[in-house]
């Protein structure tokens, strides 16, 4: 669906080519880390998605849920050790574009879906 395209293949590669910034470690020990904001923000863009399109079918849905699944196996994948640090302000704000890049995505594939 999403995983298997050009723009998905990029937006990975622009998160590999920025992870210089997740280096720091962030201040606050008692924070988000890296991965669990990933995961809110992306759980929060799918939320929105389902919600702007609610013809999706059950079966679409979950075809939507598993491959936000991957998007995050992905992004554990390319962050390492990373991904459980705690965030700084910076990756907080990063996290979130790249999210809203990833709905943008999911956009495109669930408009496409529901042509078909």
Known sequence: MVTDKDGYAHLIQYLSENLGLFTNVG???GDSTVL????EQLAAQIIMICGQN???SFSQRNTVIREIDAVVYDLEEVLGKMANQHATTE???FISE??????NLFDQEVSDMLKA
Not at 36 to 39: A, K, P, Q, R
Not at 98 to 103: C, D, H, R, T, W
């Open 98 to 103: 790249f999210s809203g890049l990833i709905k």
């Open 91 to 93: 990756q907080i704000h």
């Open 36 to 39: 669990e904001l990933f995961e």
């Open 27 to 29: 201040a606050n020990p």
């Open 54 to 56: 609610p013809e999706l």
